[in-house]
């Protein structure tokens, strides 16, 4: 049985990806930062291992609750960290995608039972991973860095890869789920009588 790593993730617009890859790749050449410029800029919604056997049920569960998630934005505001190793560009209304992270913990318990994390803490990742020198002189330079900018929010991405212990290989597009703002779909039990 295959066993696949997915990655839920919110793309900010072009304009801040773009801006966040430029941070990006000056970490990487700055720092010597080798995981800074290798992943396009994302926040996180939800990481999990799982066979493929329960994919397409996993799949239409977070279309239905998409479906009722409101587009809202995001705003972006200044350099963060999370000690002793990663930098980030930080999100100013963390609650709205601490709310779907909550939901999608919800709607989907029954089926990621193991190995499923669904991050609270919004963030664009600059650098992760930083060894402590470099993470000291980035910080030294970056932690009164400027860094304000807004974008819609309409929709998630799933993402794939096969889950390998000796190394990674390149995540793949599975699904898209636009945020629609309908009110919840409630089943009703048919009573047999």
Known sequence: MNIFEYLLIISPNEEIN???????????????????AGLT?????GNWLQSSYREARIIANIKRFA????????????????????????????????????????SSSSLLKKHVAFPST??????????PEQFEQAW?????????????????????????????SKFNRIGSFPFEGKRPHVEQLELGF
């Open 140 to 168: 030294s330079d970056y932690k009164n860095e400027e860094f304000k900018d807004s974008c819609e929010i309409n929709g998630m991405i799933l993402l794939r890869r096969p889950f390998r212990k000796e190394g990674y």
């Open 41 to 45: 800029p994302h926040i996180t919604m």
């Open 122 to 131: 919004a963030h664009l990742t600059i650098a992760r991973s930083m060894e």
């Open 67 to 106: 479906e009722t998630v409101n587009p809202f934005l995001a705003q972006f505001d200044g350099i963060g960290k999370f000690e002793p190793k990663t930098i980030f560009v930080d999100v100013l209304n963390k609650e709205s995608f601490a709310d779907i992270s909550r939901g999608l913990r919800h």
């Open 18 to 36: 773009r801006d966040v890859m430029s941070l990006k790749k000056e970490f990487a050449n700055r720092y010597g930062c080798k995981k800074a």
